[in-house]
């Protein structure tokens, strides 16, 4: 123990930097103190730099002029540059969902109007980063592409699935019973039957050129050749993603921005049908909102009477348009709720007599006695007749009825038939009016969050229903306002309505209700435009039918849409003197006072035309006062002028036929002027009625106004009520969006005075103005805002970066725009938070961003910059090419070039750059305000030390820039026809915000990500215009523009250390924006600079770090920084992985060019070269910048000695997880040079988990807990249950001394320190190990070896730990694992799995609490960290969505097949690649021969690796390699690792009996050379026999599913192999195999009679007592049939004779301890045993022919040593303490006390006494009752 505590000191003090400094070999200092101090030895030519700090970047783009590429082309090639195309700027036509797009007839459109239309049908102006899918973000192994990419895969065979069903395994058993029948009649020891069994077996097939002597370079050859052949390339498809949340730096793609519809639901009009049918009813369907007191459709008018009743208006209806036939309507509701209703109103032609009269006979009349009533109803038919041919052109209202659209849609939801009959009457309605369905929205998300009251409902997913309307209710001429309707909708919901009281009008009205289907086939729009799939223009068409929302909806306008509804709702005529009782109104809409000024811009109802010049008001016959209930609906003209306006006349209509009176007297007029100070007027107006025709120039004025001379009803009084409502895309119906627009358009058309409202702006006022009503956006609402959204942000852009001139000024409005876009943006935010993705976008903006936003200068429909070429207006101080200069004098960046400016170096070059000069003598300045640039600027300020001195001098000089003179203008009038002021977007925005503070920059933060998005694509859109995409990175930006970046970015990063604590969320959304953007700039900027930006990040971070007590949330937020940054497609061309850190690799990987070059003795330089490669060194940081912070991280996180940051080592584990399996995944990389390149990167990566290896989960433990049947044999005991024996003593017990099952060497050390690690969980151990083995199988060999034969011994030796786990960790489970944990159901969450796993597979027993305890290695969680321990952050997602009942609990069979075929790949490949590196460290020892003392170490993984549960095709290679090593290191078995040797014995018997035949012939070629081998260096295999024989006897004394069948096969093998072996046939060799197979033989009968006697425990026992009885010469086989029993008997709980088994095993022990050592303290042999049992006598050594103990190979095991019989002392003494016999427990220990007293034990001695004192009570007790 004393050696191995010492050890476990040296290792747990090890640091990752101390590592490091080791393996390069000039280590000097404690790395704690190297850490802090930054001291420390230099390491060859460069100081350290600690890893808590970011080193300075390389810069990239010096480095690949200076370092051009070597390789023409090929894969490599692609790796050191981004390709070409990476980035494309392009435009897309939109989408649009009619076959003509909806614009303005007109030609001649104002400014406005233009802009919007150009605004709703220009193309998308998209930038797009060809190959950003293959960033990290859209990591196919994350997504559920996994599957996909598994297809394929082989199946891999395992032994342990193989195992045989129950029946046919009993079969074999009786096959057996029959054949053992022989056996049973010969006397013991009968050679002749056996032998005689044996010659009858057949043997394996043999391995070809096995006994060949081949030099051992050409096996190592062919065995790799063997390996390396079709192996997975995608290590990563095998394994499951780590469980995250969405990843943290996927982007999604925004929507495009669409037309908005709610749910739509398709209405079809079948029939209406009356009792009578005497004359053409009309009908009209919209949707009222109850509780919103609102009308939330147009009305859908559709006509169903017959041709006949047509016909009788023939003469007064032109023929119909087909767009008015339509029958079917689809409406949308975008906040669907139980208020809603679907309201049907009736009209029939006027005629004599009110509404009652005229409904009477509908309701007295029944179709049964139509005989009966033959001729009143002619007569009927006679009046209607006579009524349509004079009334024809007028209506009257008739009936109307209501649908409550929840209870169809509900009640046809619960209903099971495919389309359902619902009966709606208003007595009896299927199901009551209160009956609520509740069911949550689906489709498109409302907007806002229904308010809560409202339950949701539904309209996506219901059942078709088909409804039957079965009663009207006739209208009262004194109650048609739509306040009555409300009344009586609301009164329609109680029980006790009074419209039940009222005799309803009897008719059928059959409508079909269903969900509208996705693109409906014969659309049209509410403006009657074509939906697309209209195939064919003659079928009556589907009406889609405008909704008017019933809250506000915020979507931007997509269309261009112009619609003005009319709505009279009542006239009081009372004091109006003369006749005028039955009125309508007749409305028209003209464009001039002329009567034939009116426009055909009506919407016609049904069957008539689709627009006609006048609409009529239905008559209430005889009423002074009439409520109307008319819509008209108007296509509005998009240029309006001071003549449009709504003209109203009333007229007096005669229903009677009297002598000279005229059909219809105009009674009133009264008219609405359109526009109103240029806005459009709508609204509610009471206006009123002038008896006489208006006199001339009346339309321009109000009718409010008393114009002289007229006669007005009711003087003057306001008598008509009507209200107006415009459904516009271009009129913003908001007071200050209208005000900014006016402003803007105005100085676009340069008019002046502007008139807006009642003001009259004159020039040189309107600077102010445009100033406040900019800033007064904030008042405007906020639907408006949203629906003008990219008009605005397009307008305000547009005065950042072209100022108007004013009055020969130019007035800069950047910082104006710039408040106004931050505002309104942090408006959207507050306002619609449900609109939002995970990193806090709002989805409009992001819309606006990705899709409509371009550079202003740009749009394609204007020529090139020529005077109002740039967007159109001369007046914007833009400028112009003119004759003299040259053409590019386009002065797009105007910077001061006066050569006594500091700033600016060199002589002009180009004719930009002499304009600039002479300019720049006169002190133009880039900000293009005027500058006076006095004295020479301040130094030039990147030089700054600290952040806060950077941004107060940005703030100097921006006041510098803004100042404002305007001397110069004339000069450069003279000069250029111009003002030189087209200023580029991303640098004016990256100057306002440097510059702003307060509020505003508060508010711009709040949504940095909008700023940085539109500053991105302006950078792109401009390098594109300018042609500047493929220009160097260098060149692209002005150096001032790059100042603002860096001051911003090193600001914001200020920010986020200082508030992280404060306002968590914010500076949440802050960090991931600004790595999102500097993530952006990686692909256009000079990324050397953008290192530099991170590395200013990083810095502010890293000195905040230091000085927080918590570090987590800080360091968490770095890490989603650094996520972010490296989901950058070009991730590995940014870490120059061809850079010349790497040594020049040898052509061939050969052993002998590695001996050449390192025979230990290598240059210095070389050796730096590959330390450096493997260590985070300076160099290896500097030029792999981004992978090297990313291992940093993972360094510094992981470090045991980082106070308060194991919170995040899951975190930090999937990013560099994330990172690999992307690589592996991305198909730029597939080919293996390329990913040799890319594993490159990550070598460190080794050493880094090489230090963690402490703090690994400790997949071993679990593996020996568990009872494996195809494992080690005594594991069966413990899948048995009840066992008592331990691990260890077990596993001796089988006879052979298994290496310690603790961990190998430095595992399960605790330091004596007392430094406790936590342990890292489960999950992120795998994924460790994972990214350790991408490294391994990807990494280039050369390199690899080079390394190793740098690294010392303890290093190797915790190389080939990992290794160890590695194999445990990627063990196959099996399939009957994966069926049982599937019986169980189980939750979603990780950590929920692993624990299942555990109870599964049993390893958390108490035992391993306990040690875990005593390692300290419970995790705590970090207590106060908000984070709390982020391996269990996902506890809140899955208790918060019930995750689980989305899930299928139950998997299928194939799924299981799936899961089971995918862990055996794994666990084929995870082996492979360690059997791969296994083998480099092999080489590794063969060049340097100064370190075989790792070759145990080696063996103990590879055996460890057989003890698991393999497939076939990786047993194969496995004992190919072992074979190899045996063959090379012969003495390493035989001499040194002894134990080994037995253990290697027990495993290649144990896979000779294997089920599956190939493993069987390698594991019996393995075990034949291996006797050859031990009989060619001695002449003699005594040890190889004793420990082959010892290994079966465990073996097949204890397996269950064992089959001697097969191990038959494997000894004729083994048999075969000898007599065929020409070279040894000389020696005694084959005659001493034949006796060794026949031996083994004959203990396999015995055990057959063994496995006959399976079910009598008695007689079992009996015959292992027999057998061990046999082995009386034969200590050690002995001592392991003595176990076996003692094994037996603890299972069935015969304590007591368990521990008289292990008390005579002791006996037998101690008798041959005593003749190879004399202690005094030890027992002198069986004697001392005699007060325990007198039968121990047996066990004493007198007979002729014991064996020495000296002889090679005997009592070799490990029990045969001290501390092997004090542990089968502990042993015996726990049994029989279980057995209650106490006193004998005493006897037990005064064996043992005397041992522990000569070692000073008292640790052990003082736990002997407190079981003794336990012991002593417990018989007291028992005396006492």
């Known amino acids: ?159 342990s699935d193989e195992a045989p069903d129950g029946n046919s395994y009993q079969d074999e058993q009786d096959d057996l019973k029959r054949r053992s029948m022989s056996i049973d009649d010969t006397p013991r020891g009968s050679w002749a039957c056996s032998i005689f069994d044996l010659k009858n077996s057949l043997p394996d097939a043999l391995l070809p050129n096995l006994l060949d002597r081949t030099p051992n370079e050409e096996i190592d050859h062919h065995n790799e050749d063997q390996r390396k052949s079709s192996r997975h390339k995608e290590l990563f498809a095998l394994h499951p993603a780590p469980d995250e949340e969405e990843p943290i730096e996927r982007l999604s793609v925004p929507e495009v921005p669409k037309e908005h519809f709610g749910q739509r639901l398709l209405v079809k009009c079948l029939s209406l049908k009356f009792e009578i049918e005497i004359e053409p009813i009309f009908a009209s369907l919209a949707l009222y909102d109850v509780k919103e007191k609102k009308k939330i459709s147009e009305n859908f008018y559709f006509d169903l009477n017959s041709e006949q009743m047509k016909g009788m208006l023939r003469p007064h209806v032109p023929p119909a348009a087909i767009s008015t036939l339509a029958r079917s309507a689809i409406f949308s509701i975008t906040y669907p709720s139980q208020d809603v209703f679907l309201v049907i109103k009736l009209e029939k032609v006027l005629q004599q007599g009110d509404i009652g009269e005229c409904a009477e006979p509908y309701m007295i009349f029944k179709e049964s006695d139509a005989a009966k009533n033959k001729e009143k109803l002619e007569k009927l038919k006679c009046q209607a007749e006579q009524f349509c041919q004079r009334l024809g052109k007028y209506r009257m209202p008739f009936a109307w009825t209501a649908i409550h659209l929840m209870n169809i849609v509900s009640s046809a939801g619960s209903l099971e038939r495919d389309s359902t009959e619902v009966e709606v009457g208003t007595g009896e309605r299927k199901g009551s009016w209160s009956e609520r369905r509740n069911s949550s929205i689906v489709g498109r998300r409302s907007l806002e969050r229904t308010t809560s009251g409202d339950e949701a409902c539904n309209l996506t997913s219901f059942r078709p229903a088909t409804l039957t309307v079965t009663n009207f209710f006739k209208q009262e001429g004194d109650r048609l306002s739509d306040e009555d309707l409300y009344k009586f909708l609301a009164d329609m919901r109680r029980p006790s309505s009074v419209l039940r009281r009222l005799r309803p009008i009897t008719a059928q009205l059959k409508i079909d209700i269903s969900p509208a289907p996705e693109n409906p086939h014969y659309c049209l729009t509410p403006e009657l435009l074509q939906v697309k799939l209209y195939p064919d223009s003659r079928v009556r068409p589907t009406r889609e039918i405008l909704e008017f929302p019933a809250r ?255 009055a020969g000024q130019i007035v800069n409005l950047g910082q104006a725009s710039f408040e106004a876009m931050a505002s309104i943006i942090n408006r959207l935010h507050k306002n619609l938070d449900g609109n939002q993705d995970q990193h806090g976008r709002n989805s409009l903006l992001a819309s606006y961003i990705y899709y409509v936003f371009r550079l202003p200068n740009t749009y394609p429909n204007s020529p090139s910059p020529g005077p109002g070429g740039l967007g159109g207006s001369v007046h914007y101080a833009t400028m112009a090419r003119s004759a003299v200069r040259p053409a590019s004098l386009n002065l797009n960046r105007s910077r001061s070039l006066s050569n006594s400016n500091p700033d600016i170096s060199g002589t002009p070059t180009s004719p930009d750059d002499e304009v600039r000069s002479i300019i720049g003598s006169k002190g133009l300045d880039r900000s293009n305000s005027w500058v006076n640039t006095g004295g020479p600027k301040a130094a030039p300020w990147g030089s700054n030390p600290s952040p806060s001195a950077e941004s107060t001098q940005a703030t100097d000089r921006s006041c510098n820039r803004m100042s404002s003179h305007t001397e110069t203008s004339s000069f450069l009038q003279t000069l250029t026809g111009r003002l030189p002021t087209k200023k580029l977007f991303h640098e004016e925005l990256a100057l306002q915000w440097v510059v702003c503070s307060g509020s505003v920059r508060e508010a711009a933060l709040q949504q940095a990500w909008f700023f940085f998005e539109l500053m991105v694509k302006s950078m792109v859109h401009h390098l594109y215009f300018a042609d500047k995409l493929d220009a160097p990175r260098k060149n692209r930006f002005p150096e001032r523009f790059m100042d603002d970046v860096t001051a911003l970015v090193s600001t914001i990063a200020g920010d986020i250390v200082s508030r992280f604590q404060k306002d968590t969320e914010m500076v949440e959304r802050l960090n991931t924006s600004l790595a999102f953007f500097l993530n952006d700039l990686l692909s256009i900027m000079d990324r050397g600079f953008v290192f530099m930006l991170i590395k200013t990040c990083y810095k502010q971070v890293s000195s905040k770090l230091y000085s927080l007590t918590n570090p987590s949330n800080l360091a968490s937020l770095r890490l989603d920084f650094l996520r972010i940054i490296c989901s950058h497609e070009h991730y590995v061309t940014l870490n120059l992985p061809c850079s010349l850190l790497t040594p020049p690799a040898s052509p061939s990987p050969s052993v002998s060019s590695a001996t050449s070059q390192s025979s230990g003795f290598s240059t210095n330089v070389q050796d730096q070269k590959i330390a450096n490669m493997f260590e985070l060194s300076v160099p290896f940081r500097q030029q792999h910048y981004l992978a090297g912070l990313v291992l940093t991280e993972l360094a510094v996180i992981l470090d045991p000695d980082a106070e308060g940051l194991f919170g995040l080592h899951k975190k930090v584990i999937n990013m560099v997880h994330n990172l690999l399996s992307s690589h592996d995944s991305d198909p730029r990389y597939a080919d293996p040079q390329v990913k040799a390149r890319v594993a490159m990167l990550y070598l460190p990566l080794i050493g880094v988990i090489m230090e963690t290896v402490p703090q690994l989960y400790d997949f071993t433990e679990s593996h020996n807990q568990r009872g494996r049947p195809s494992c080690v044999a005594v594991d069966d005991y413990e899948s048995e249950g009840g066992s008592m024996i331990s691990q260890t003593v077990a596993m001796a017990i089988a006879g052979t001394s298994v290496p310690q099952l603790t961990r190998p060497s430095s595992f399960l050390l605790t330091s004596s320190s007392g430094r406790q690690h936590s342990t890292f969980s489960t999950e992120s151990s795998r994924s460790l190990l994972i990214c350790l083995l991408w490294v391994l199988k990807n990494a280039d060999e050369s390199v690899l070896q080079k390394w190793f034969t740098d690294l010392s011994v303890l290093q190797l030796n915790r190389l080939l730990d990992l290794l160890y786990l590695c194999v445990s960790c990627f063990e196959y489970k099996g399939k009957k694992v994966f069926e049982r944990m599937n019986s169980l159901t189980f939750k979603k969450s990780k950590d929920m799995r692993a624990k299942l796993e555990e109870a599964i597979l049993g390893s958390i027993g108490a035992r391993q609490e306990m040690v875990r305890r005593s390692r300290g290695q419970l995790e705590r969680s970090p207590s106060g960290s908000a984070f709390g321990s982020q391996e269990n952050l996902r506890w809140r997602k899955d208790m918060t969505h019930w995750r689980q009942n989305t899930e299928k609990l139950d998997k299928s069979r194939a799924e299981i097949e799936h899961e089971a075929l995918i862990d055996g790949n794994l666990a084929t490949e995870a082996n492979l690649i360690i059997l791969d590196t296994l083998e480099i460290v092999v080489q590794t020892v063969s060049v340097t021969e100064s370190k075989e003392s790792i070759l145990g170490g080696v063996l103990k993984v590879l055996l460890h690796s057989m003890a698991c549960n393999q497939s076939a095709l990786y047993l194969q290679h496995c004992f190919a390699t072992q074979r190899a090593l045996v063959s090379k290191f012969p003495e390493l078995l035989f001499e040194e690792e002894t134990e080994q040797c037995a253990d290697l014995c027990l495993r290649l018997l144990r896979h000779c009996s294997s089920s599956i035949s190939t493993i069987r012939s390698h594991a019996s070629a393995s075990l034949y050379l291996l006797m050859r081998q031990n009989f060619e260096i001695g002449n003699n295999f005594a040890r190889v026999k004793m420990q082959v024989t010892m290994s079966l006897s465990s073996l097949v004394g204890t397996s269950q599913n064992f089959n001697e069948e097969f191990l038959r096969r494997s000894l004729k093998t083994i048999l075969t192999y000898a007599e065929e072996d020409l070279e040894l046939r000389e020696t005694t060799f084959p005659d001493q195999v034949q006796d060794l197979v026949f031996n083994l033989h004959m203990i396999l009968s015995d055990t057959v009679k063994m496995k006959e006697h399976q079910e009598d425990p008695e007689m079992l026992i009996d015959l292992m007592y027999r057998i061990a009885k046999g082995y009386q010469n034969s200590p050690d086989l002995r001592l392991t049939w003595l176990q076996n029993m003692a094994g037996k008997h603890s299972e069935r709980s015969n304590h007591a004779e368990s521990a008289q088994c292990l008390v005579h095993s002791a006996a037998l022990v101690a008798e041959y301890l005593s003749m190879l050592e004399d202690r005094k303290y030890l027992p002198v042999g069986c004697v001392t045993f005699q007060n325990i049992s007198s039968n121990v006598l047996e066990e004493s050594a007198v007979s002729d022919d014991v064996v020495s103990p000296d002889e090679e190979g005997i009592c070799s095991g490990k029990y045969f040593t001290e501390a092997g019989l004090v542990g089968l002392l502990e042993q015996a003494a726990a049994s029989f303490s279980m057995a209650g016999m106490y006193e004998a427990v005493n006897e037990v220990y005064k064996v043992l006390i005397p041992i522990h007293e000569a070692n000073r034990d008292a640790k052990k001695l003082s736990t002997i006494h407190g079981k003794l004192q336990e012991a002593f009570s417990k018989i007291v007790h028992q005396v006492t009752f």
């Open 1 to 159: 123990m004393a050696e191995r505590r010492a050890f476990a000191q040296k290792i747990s003090r090890t640091v990752a930097a101390e590592v490091r400094k080791q393996i390069s070999g000039q280590y000097g200092g404690s790395p704690q103190l190297l850490k802090n101090l930054n001291i420390g030895g230099s390491v060859s030519h460069h100081t350290t730099v600690p890893l808590t700090e970011a080193v300075d970047p390389v810069d990239l783009e010096d480095y690949l002029i200076a370092h051009p590429i070597a390789v023409e082309s090929g894969p490599l090639r692609d790796l050191l540059e981004f390709p070409p195309d990476d980035i494309e700027v392009v435009h897309t036509p939109r989408e649009c969902r009619t076959l003509v797009s909806a614009v303005p007839e007109e030609s001649e459109m104002d400014p406005h109007v233009r802009d919007c239309v150009r605004s709703y049908t220009e193309d998308w102006a998209i930038v797009n980063r060809k190959y950003h899918k293959l960033g990290t973000g859209f990591n196919p192994n994350t997504l559920d592409k996994q599957k996909e990419r598994q297809k394929g895969l082989p199946k891999q065979i395992f032994e």
């Open 552 to 806: 506000d909806v915020y979507v931007p306008n997509t269309t261009y849409r112009n619609l003005l509804y009319v709505y009279p709702q009542s006239l009081n005529f009372a004091n109006r003197q003369g006749s005028a009782r039955n009125i309508t109104v007749k409305v028209q809409f003209m464009y001039g006072e002329d009567p034939s000024n009116a426009m055909p811009v009506i919407f016609g109802k049904s069957s008539c035309p689709e627009f006609s010049k006048e609409a009529y008001t239905a008559v209430v016959y005889h009423n002074r006062s009439p409520d109307f209930h008319e819509e008209i609906k108007i296509k509005l003209p998009a240029t309006l002028t001071d003549h449009h306006h709504l003209l109203f006349t009333f007229y007096h209509v005669s229903c009677q036929q009297k002598q000279n009176t005229p059909l219809e007297t105009p009674v009133g007029y009264t008219w609405i002027p359109m526009l109103q100070n240029g806005r459009l007027k709508t609204g509610q107006f009471c206006l009123p009625v002038s008896l006489e025709k208006p006199p001339q120039a009346y339309s321009v004025l109000s009718p409010e106004v008393p114009l002289p001379g007229m006669k007005w009803v009711d003087n003057h009084k306001g008598v008509f009520n009507v209200e107006v409502v415009a459904v516009s895309s271009l009129h913003t119906q908001d007071p200050y969006l209208d005000k900014f627009f006016a402003l803007v358009h105005a100085l676009d058309e340069h008019m002046f005075p502007v008139r807006i409202g009642d003001m009259r702006i004159m020039e040189n006022n309107l600077e102010n103005e445009l100033k406040s009503s900019i800033s007064a956006l904030n008042s405007s609402q906020l639907e408006p805002v949203v629906r003008f959204l990219h008009l605005l942000l397009d307008k305000l852009i547009l005065l950042v970066v072209r100022p108007p001139v004013i």
